[in-house]
């Protein structure tokens, strides 16, 4: 299917609830655009309205795309908050590459670059371009209406809920203890899977054994770098299914292993709402520190295929090939489950929800 073409500040401001999936309010939008949009990038406007705070949060992005120019768009009620952030975003991403920077109160846009024209000073009412937005619908880019809606589908169960299914939480806790590592490997194995090859969201019970088995950091691990961009949208729906019934204890996990599927699915939203909701709850787990690195360095879900998935690798900061740094003996490979002896892992090697069995394929 052929880009979306954007050929005005209007047509912009139009796409840009269905690129995020959500309508901004206080947010700057920075659309990366080489010879067709790369990505877009969205951070809060109080995250990045110092130049330490944008240096952190959007500072990669220049290094990131070279060759690419960057369409700014800051929208605010306090239309001078949203200026002085434009002004740091000159700075930031370089203003010789910003080919505009755009100031909205979601009424009327102001540019950053014609502010001492007289027929600028009260800026343009915005035209909300139907025919671009039909287009965006039909590529099945919806819109909710606001980024709290969005937040809501990963926060998890409330108080009546969590009350009604202690017992059951208590049994999945009772289960996932009395496992040996290659029970608790296979029983991971076969509910995920289960829900996967059906495609029926697991239910309460399938939903609080999964989440105790991922308390384990080497069940996470094996799940995290077994994940692969095919299997990523089915997968959403599995994670979103056991974040429904998840107590916060027991939610980091399922939160990242959602944040990734949502990165690797292209849902940049979704996966902000994972890392935020985790950075309240356990900013020390590893599976956040790898998926906030990958965020931050502005991947391309496309390059999951050819970097080392090791999330301790990743929380570190290290960003390496597949064949540039030597794996920790210890550490699950994607195409391997701990536990198994040689013919066993042989067997299963090429089936089970999400594994990363694409990258033999892309690498040959």
Not at 108 to 124: I, K, N
Not at 162 to 167: G, H, V
Not at 255 to 269: F, I, R, S
Request: with cysteine.
């Amino acid at each position: 299917m052929p880009p979306v073409r954007i050929r005005s500040v209007d047509q912009a401001i139009s796409i840009v609830p269905h690129l995020l999936g959500y309508r901004p309010e206080e947010d700057l939008i920075v659309l990366v655009v080489g010879p067709t949009l790369e990505v877009t990038v969205r951070a809060s406007l109080d995250q990045v309205d110092s130049p330490a705070g944008f240096a952190h949060q959007l500072g990669p992005v220049a290094l990131r795309f070279p060759d690419a120019e960057f369409l700014v768009i800051a929208y605010s009620r306090d239309i001078d908050h949203a200026r002085s952030v434009l002004l740091l975003a000159q700075a930031g991403l370089g203003p010789d590459r910003i080919c505009d920077a755009i100031a909205t109160d979601g009424d009327r846009w102001w540019s950053l670059y014609c502010e001492d024209r007289p027929e600028c000073v009260d800026g343009h009412q915005i035209q909300t371009d139907a025919a671009i937005q039909a287009e965006a619908v039909y590529r099945g880019l919806g819109v909710l209406t606001d980024r709290k809606t969005l937040a809501a589908t990963v926060s998890g169960p409330d108080a009546e809920l969590l009350a009604s299914e202690s017992q059951l939480l208590e049994q999945a806790r009772a289960f996932a203890a009395g496992l040996t590592n290659d029970e608790a490997t296979e029983a991971l194995t076969e509910i995920v899977g289960q829900a996967f090859g059906t495609q029926t969201p697991p239910g309460p019970e399938a939903a609080l054994r999964i989440a105790c088995l991922l308390a384990d950091d080497r069940l996470a691990t094996t799940v995290w770098v077994s994940t692969c961009q095919s299997a990523a949208r089915p997968l959403l729906e599995v994670w979103t299914a056991v974040l429904a019934h998840t107590p916060e204890e027991l939610a980091t996990r399922p939160l990242m292993l959602c944040g990734l599927a949502a990165w690797l699915a292209g849902d940049g939203a979704l996966e902000s709402c994972c890392l935020e909701r985790a950075a309240r709850l356990d900013p020390k787990d590893n599976l956040f520190g790898a998926l906030d690195f990958l965020q931050r360095s502005v991947l391309h879900p496309a390059d999951w295929l050819d970097i080392n998935p090791d999330p301790n690798l990743l929380a570190a900061g290290i960003l390496a090939d597949l064949t540039g740094v030597q794996e920790p003996p210890d550490r699950p490979g994607p195409r391997q489950r701990p536990g198994r002896s040689g013919p066993q892992r042989r067997r299963r090697a090429g089936g089970g929800p999400g594994r990363r069995s694409d990258r033999r394929r892309r690498r040959g």
